[in-house]
């Protein structure tokens, strides 16, 4: 579907208008500029059309609008990074939920909950916060849609809720944000709003919601400023949040945290080393897989962008390898301590109809003993492994093997073989099989 990139970039690129046309009902004007197909593109300067494709192709979509908007990038283009996991160069946004359901939430805590108090909501500001909701279902529309004035000051009033009670006004807020209006608003009323952060009135929903808002705020530039000159506020709640004994909370924080660092790749103007030693940080504590994910390709993504630190990431390789990392995450920390020794992966070699002999498997790979010390290694890649011969010749030499079963058991040692070209080649092959 080509249609949410089409309202995506009509949103980010504020220079181009973008228009849309019903051939149906304008059948003139499909006449007049020759649109025999289906969905056409047109684009045109100063009254001029310099250009034009037919189908849906969203890759030449989106690098003609690009250049219109900010000019041919051929000699700007960021290099291809020779690791698959990081570094991480766009926002994540936390924006799937059922709005209908949310604004349902919302309507029967003011009438079981608020009757006749100070917060009750007037039956015109819940057909406000209908109406809000009809918006934001239909994102596709955004670009062209508008969300009043009326409308966020009913979502204000529910913002306005005791702690406790205020959870669904905050998630309804977290939609509201993906549309410009809505984040327009945010932008301006965002230095009220983060005492949020901090607010215990109501558990952990309201901090884990708020992380939410901060996060879906990464998609317009006006917000994503406030939020970085908010940080002198967010920062100080920020390692509360990171080390906070629900994991939703700390996912919302990671993923902050991922953002930021994201900017940062961008904007110098962001601490890079006060956000890498957090990370790190929260790393040797954090037990959840995704969380653990989210901050090392935080962490990665920090050391591959910048020199600084990734040689002051140097000395801890011994404890970064230590790290007690779950499934998901060992092939992002495999990468990493290339990046840290200094080894790159190679892209993997055209295949080649080279024929090896099949090898059994039942009593371990010849001289490997069952793969002892290899324990990484699931019989699958094994099976992949063995399909290539110069691997195979490798492992066969004791001398490789032994070194090999030391980075296996420990990464760190890496670090002492990343001269050594025979076992810098080696583990620069055997990480594409981790791909």
Same mark, same amino acid.
């Given at each position: 579907m080509?249609?949410p990139?089409?309202?995506k970039?009509?949103?980010?690129?504020?220079?181009?208008?973008?228009?849309?046309?019903?051939?149906?009902?304008?059948?003139?004007?499909?006449?007049?500029?020759?649109?025999?197909?289906?969905?056409?593109?047109?684009?045109?300067?100063?009254?001029?059309?310099?250009?034009?494709?037919?189908?849906?192709? $969203?890759?030449? !979509?989106? =690098?003609?609008?690009?250049?219109?908007?900010? @000019?041919? &990038?051929?000699t #700007?283009?960021?290099?291809? /990074?020779?690791?698959?996991?990081?570094?991480?160069?766009?926002?994540?946004?936390?924006?799937?939920?059922?709005?209908?359901?949310?604004?349902?939430?919302?309507?029967?805590?003011?009438i079981?909950?608020?009757?006749?108090?100070?917060?009750?909501?007037?039956?015109?500001?819940?057909?406000?916060?209908?109406?809000?909701?009809?918006?934001?279902?239909?994102?596709?529309?955004?670009?062209?849609?508008?969300?009043?004035?009326?409308?966020?000051?009913?979502?204000?009033q529910?913002?306005?809720?005791?702690?406790?009670?205020?959870?669904? $006004?905050?998630? !309804?807020? =977290?939609l509201?944000?993906?549309?410009?209006? @809505?984040? &327009?608003?945010a #932008?301006?009323h965002?230095? /009220?709003?983060?005492?949020?952060?901090?607010?215990?009135?109501?558990?952990?929903?309201?901090?884990?919601?708020?992380?939410r808002?901060?996060?879906?705020?990464?998609r317009?530039e006006?917000?994503?400023?406030?939020?970085?000159?908010?940080?002198?506020?967010?920062?100080?709640?920020?390692?509360?949040?990171?080390?906070?004994?629900?994991?939703?909370?700390?996912?919302?924080?990671?993923?902050?945290?991922?953002?930021?660092?994201?900017?940062?790749?961008?904007?110098?103007?962001?601490?890079?080393?006060?956000?890498?030693?957090?990370?790190?940080?929260?790393l040797?504590?954090?037990?959840?897989e995704?969380?653990?994910?989210r901050?090392?390709?935080?962490?990665?993504?920090?050391?591959?962008?910048?020199?600084a630190?990734?040689?002051?990431?140097?000395?801890?390789?011994?404890?970064?390898a230590?790290?007690?990392?779950e499934?998901?995450?060992?092939?992002?920390?495999?990468?990493t301590?290339?990046?840290?020794?200094?080894?790159?992966?190679?892209?993997?070699?055209?295949?080649t109809?080279?024929?090896?002999?099949?090898?059994?498997?039942?009593?371990?790979?010849?001289?490997?003993?069952?793969?002892?010390?290899?324990?990484?290694?699931?019989?699958?890649?094994?099976?992949?492994?063995?399909?290539?011969?110069?691997?195979?010749?490798?492992?066969?030499?004791?001398?490789?093997?032994?070194?090999?079963?030391?980075?296996?058991?420990?990464?760190?040692?890496?670090?002492?073989?990343?001269n050594?070209?025979e076992?810098?080649?080696?583990?620069?092959?055997?990480?594409?099989?981790?791909?």
């Open positions: 080509i249609s990139l089409f309202a970039l009509s949103l980010e690129l504020n220079n181009i208008s973008f228009l849309k046309v019903d051939v149906d009902r304008l059948k003139g004007t499909a006449m007049k500029y020759g649109v025999s197909a289906m969905p056409t593109f047109m684009f045109f300067k100063n009254g001029t059309k310099i250009h034009e494709f037919k189908g849906a192709n $969203a890759t030449e !979509l989106e =690098r003609v609008l690009r250049e219109m908007s900010h @000019g041919p &990038t051929k #700007t283009e960021t290099p291809k /990074s020779p690791f698959k996991h990081f570094p991480q160069l766009e926002y994540i946004y936390l924006d799937v939920g059922n709005v209908d359901q949310i604004v349902d939430k919302i309507v029967s805590i003011n079981d909950q608020l009757k006749g108090q100070e917060h009750e909501l007037s039956s015109d500001a819940v057909q406000s916060l209908r109406s809000l909701a009809g918006t934001l279902k239909n994102e596709n529309q955004f670009h062209v849609s508008r969300v009043t004035e009326k409308e966020l000051n009913s979502l204000h529910c913002l306005q809720w005791p702690p406790k009670i205020r959870f669904p $006004a905050l998630d !309804l807020l =977290r509201s944000v993906a549309h410009p209006d @809505g984040a &327009t608003w #932008t301006n965002l230095a /009220s709003l983060l005492s949020n952060l901090t607010e215990n009135g109501g558990g952990f929903a309201v901090p884990m919601m708020f992380l808002v901060l996060v879906n705020g990464f317009f006006k917000l994503r400023n406030e939020i970085k000159r908010g940080m002198v506020q967010i920062w100080p709640s920020l390692p509360a949040l990171l080390f906070h004994d629900h994991k939703q909370v700390r996912l919302g924080a990671d993923t902050l945290v991922l953002n930021l660092v994201t900017l940062s790749c961008t904007d110098a103007t962001l601490p890079k080393s006060d956000l890498a030693g957090a990370i790190f940080q929260a040797e504590k954090e037990s959840d995704e969380n653990q994910y901050l090392l390709i935080a962490l990665s993504t920090l050391a591959y962008v910048d020199p630190i990734l040689q002051a990431m140097k000395p801890v390789l011994p404890k970064f230590g790290l007690k990392l499934a998901k995450v060992k092939p992002v920390q495999a990468e301590m290339m990046l840290l020794s200094g080894i790159k992966p190679t892209p993997p070699p055209s295949p109809p080279v024929q090896a002999p099949t090898p059994s498997f039942d009593g371990g790979m010849g001289g490997m003993g069952g793969m002892g010390g290899m324990g990484g290694l699931d019989p699958e890649m094994i099976q992949r492994l063995a399909s290539r011969p110069e691997i195979m010749q490798a492992l066969q030499n004791p001398s490789i093997m032994h070194k090999l079963q030391e980075v296996m058991s420990n990464p760190a040692k890496m670090m002492e073989y990343q050594d070209p076992m810098s080649q080696l583990l620069q092959t055997m990480m594409q099989f981790m791909r």
